[in-house]
């Protein structure tokens, strides 16, 4: 008699396992997972608080630019005033003591330039009522040619026009009156907002030395300590670097610019070149305001339209020279930035803060560019298409597929 085989036990399911008492212990490959879809959600859940952030700032700062411009116009400041500042410090001078220096000079310098362009530009544009006159003779060649243009498209469409064909009109230009009364009326916060400014540059400065110690001795690791430093001594080199080079490049294109409207017979020389020098601040757009500006003062004083015209010819080919010869060469590729950031950049903080943010568009990027490049860049491309949800669910149709083949 030949005994039957004994068939092998099947294997419990994890029903029967938890029914019989038996610890339900996960595999390596269910614990893997689970990690996984762990880090994905805390990742899908960093991603969607970082796109609320990111939609929600602007707004804020926005609506907060009473406080924010302010704060940030400072900080800009006093980055750029770091050298300086540590220049006096290595001669021996208190923090405190050499912060005031730095602070005294740069509002000295401020003061003598805002008074070199706004109290003349108010007193020369205050004249533009009375020469208007001037002005519309000097534009009457370019007005005929517009009436007459008008008047054939008029005659084009006299059948189909619902109104007879408007005849060319000359709007009354009210004298720029209203920006004294607009200072005037916001005086207060101008000088809140300024006294706040400058006491933020005080104390940034003078606690600078031992704010950047702790940031880099509060550090765990010395790796850590290290790129903390790094990081904070490129902002400051590149800031200041980029500051200091486009202000010297500035002046001495306004100095040029005064020089030859000076031998022109344009008047107040000197306030047309601090006015070139401010603009020239902002990328791309400042030129061209500044090309237009020097286009209505040199129609408000020349009687011929082509003598009027030298003032912003004058300006444009010293800016093409300086853009395009002397920037590049000074600068060189350490502080090249991408014209389309450049672009981006302007456009968002002139939303933001009007002239002020365009102004601060520049070296705020810089800031920006060198934090990201040192902390790394989020990949938002790669979070979704390269290990995200889309390459997963592929994977795993992938996967049903080669099952059902099989």
């Keep these: 008699m030949i005994d039957d085989p004994v068939a092998p036990a099947a294997p419990l399911s994890a029903q029967d396992e938890v029914a019989l008492g038996a610890p339900l212990v996960p595999g390596a490959d269910e614990i893997g997972r689970i990690a996984q879809r762990r ?13 609320g952030l990111a939609v929600g ?14 704060l940030t116009a400072s900080l800009v400041i006093a980055i750029a005033l770091v050298p300086v500042l540590e220049w006096l410090e290595r001669r021996g001078l208190p923090s405190a ?80 009156s209203s920006i004294l009364e607009l200072a005037a009326t916001s005086a207060p916060t101008v000088i809140v907002q300024f006294l706040f400014g400058v006491l933020i540059v005080f104390f940034f400065l003078s606690g600078w030395t031992r704010m950047r110690r702790r940031t880099i001795t509060g550090r765990t690791s010395f790796d850590g300590a290290m790129a903390t430093a790094r990081v904070i001594q490129d902002v400051v080199d590149d800031v200041s670097a980029y500051l200091g080079t486009i202000t010297a490049i500035n002046i001495t294109l306004g100095l040029v610019v ?63 020279v300086e853009a395009n010869a002397i920037t590049p060469l000074i600068v ?26 365009a102004l601060l568009a520049v070296p705020l990027l810089i800031i920006i560019q060198t934090v990201l490049g040192a902390a790394g860049k989020p990949d938002i491309a790669g979070f979704l298409f390269e290990h995200g949800t889309l390459v997963q669910q592929e994977r795993a ?10």
């Design 332 to 357: 060189g590729h350490r502080l090249t930035i991408s014209p389309l950031m450049i672009l981006i950049s302007l456009s968002f903080w002139g939303w933001v803060w009007g002239t002020a943010g």
């Design 258 to 320: 005064a020089g030859a409207l000076y031998f022109i017979g344009m008047p107040s020389p000197l306030m047309w070149g601090g006015i070139v020098t401010l603009l020239n601040y902002i990328p791309y757009f400042g030129p061209v305001i500044a090309m237009v500006l020097l286009a209505v003062g040199g129609m408000m004083v020349f009687s011929d339209i082509w003598v009027a015209m030298l003032p912003p010819a004058v300006m444009i080919g010293c800016h093409l």
């Design 39 to 51: 880090d994905r959600l805390l990742a899908a859940l960093t991603l969607i608080a970082g796109i």
């Design 57 to 70: 700032t602007p707004f804020a700062l926005k609506s907060g630019a009473e406080f924010f411009l302010p």
């Design 97 to 176: 003591l050499a912060a005031l220096i730095c602070l005294f000079v740069f509002l000295v310098v401020a003061n003598i330039a805002i008074a070199a362009i706004v109290v003349p530009a108010t007193d020369f544009f205050q004249l533009l009522p009375s020469r208007i006159s001037r002005i519309q003779h000097n534009l009457s060649p370019l007005l005929d040619l517009y009436s007459t243009l008008e008047k054939s498209v008029n005659r084009m469409f006299r059948q189909i026009a619902s109104s007879p064909p408007r005849q060319a009109q000359t709007a009354a230009v009210s004298p720029p």
């Design 397 to 406: 149709r992938r996967r049903r597929n080669e099952a059902g083949e099989e």
